[in-house]
């Protein structure tokens, strides 16, 4: 028997309801070691509504079959509904076209597709690519596989000891030679916004293109592919209160058919012979194979989900929530939040003392309490700060005040055993 689900209503008014949406995650009902389930992991995947599951059930109970390739009536209902997720998307981002969508596993698979693809059809030795101090290892390591293929340069653009993105810095770094800027929108770490409208108008300006890294944006701040005018923006489902097993590639339409495939298969091609394949254009070139097909579908019930709620009204509950648990988490003596950006989202990295992230996290794991440890795939920014790791409590739209005093309590208990 699947559990009720809440019928939720767009919101026009200033309330957010958030038992409501609580209701609507079996996940937030559990007891952990005999604690109410506070999740302050999301930053890292989110739960799942009942809507997203309920949905998936569906698809691959009575809706199942390949897709694109059967005459029949589930594979005409399958390929239906996947591409309904591609519009889906499309609608979300205000993409031109739904050919623009292209499904991938998740952000890492994103970037990496562009690197393989964009950077070795346009990139050579001696153009620079411009990341960012705040970079998750998706965005940094698939860059450096290229630099030592082709020989381009990395430069980093810094942030401050608050973690605010020095722009004027990253100007600096801008020149001739730039032909890529691969940015983050929203710091895992830090939480920082990045102003990623200015670094696209900044990097035009020098006839780069810009590659954005949305997994924590899209959530926190949500994006209009069409007004932000980058060149590609990635982000990934299973952040989105959506399935993990699916990721989104956006990329300008005529760019993208420049770009050659990145994996050969079935469903990408025009025609085959032993002597020489043609390949259809986006998005179908960069979708080898089968593919993510109820993933796609979760994904889209997700964004409905989210939609019906707002991003506005979800971001402000965010934001309350952030400023609650800065006033909360500062009554703990010997507490340090790295990461005071100006402009940042629900995320929060901490350390308390010289206690060790994953021994705060394993003992607050008694109390209940979810948070993420260690250095959260940015060992370079944990350099930046001299810091070795730290614990990382992140919000979703499920998120409320009881979990930051859950935490807090944790907190205090960690203290004590410490001595």
């Avoid at 309330?15 to 506070?38: C, K, M, Q, W």
């Avoid at 999740?39 to 809507?51: T, V, Y």
């Avoid at 080898?288 to 109820?294: L, Q, S």
């Avoid at 409320?400 to 859950?406: H, L």
Wanted: charged content about 20%.
């Amino acid at each position: 028997m699947t559990a009720a689900t809440t019928v939720l209503k767009p919101d026009t008014s200033s309330s957010y309801d958030v038992a409501a949406i609580r209701a609507d995650f079996p996940a937030l009902s559990l007891e952990i070691n005999g604690y109410p389930h506070a999740f302050l992991d999301s930053g890292a995947s989110a739960q799942k509504p009942n809507q997203v599951l309920e949905r998936m059930d569906q698809a691959y109970r009575s809706e199942y079959a390949n897709v694109h390739r059967g005459a029949y009536t589930l594979s005409q209902l399958a390929t239906d509904n996947y591409e309904n997720a591609r519009s889906t998307v499309a609608k979300f981002m205000n993409a031109k076209t739904p050919d623009e969508i292209i499904f991938t596993r998740n952000v890492t698979a994103a970037i990496n597709l562009v690197a393989h693809s964009y950077g070795r059809e346009f990139l050579s030795a001696g153009d620079e690519i411009i990341i960012s101090h705040m970079e998750h290892h998706a965005n940094i390591v698939p860059w450096q596989l290229l630099r030592d293929a082709i020989g381009i340069e990395i430069k980093v653009a810094p942030v401050d000891d608050a973690g605010n993105f020095l722009m004027d810095e990253f100007e600096k770094l801008l020149n001739p030679k730039t032909k890529l800027v691969a940015i983050t929108q929203v710091s895992n770490v830090l939480g920082t916004i990045v102003p990623i409208k200015e670094v696209v108008r900044l990097a035009h300006d020098q006839d780069a293109h810009v590659l954005i890294d949305g997994a924590q944006g899209i959530v926190h701040e949500g994006v209009d592919v069409q007004d932000l005018d980058a060149d590609f923006y990635a982000f990934t489902g299973h952040k989105l209160y959506g399935p993990t097993g699916i990721g989104v590639l956006w990329g300008k339409l005529d760019l993208l058919n420049k770009m050659p495939p990145y994996q050969g298969g079935g469903d990408m091609i025009e025609n085959v012979t032993f002597e020489k394949t043609t390949y259809r254009d986006a998005p179908a070139r960069f979708e080898a194979g089968t593919p993510p097909i109820v993933e796609a579908v979760g994904l889209a019930a997700a964004i409905d989900y989210v939609s019906i709620i707002g991003l506005t009204n979800i971001a402000a509950h965010e934001q309350s929530l952030l400023a609650y648990a800065n006033d909360k988490l500062a009554t703990i003596e010997g507490l340090t939040i790295i990461g005071q950006a100006d402009n940042k989202a629900g995320i929060i990295s901490f350390m308390l003392g010289d206690i060790h992230s994953h021994d705060i996290g394993t003992i607050i794991d008694a109390r209940g309490v979810a948070v993420r440890a260690g250095h959260h795939c940015a060992q370079p920014l944990m350099d930046r700060y001299g810091v070795a790791a730290t614990a990382r409590a992140s919000f979703g739209l499920y998120s409320n005040k009881s979990d930051i005093d859950q935490l807090v309590d944790a907190l205090n208990y960690v203290k004590e055993i410490f001595g």
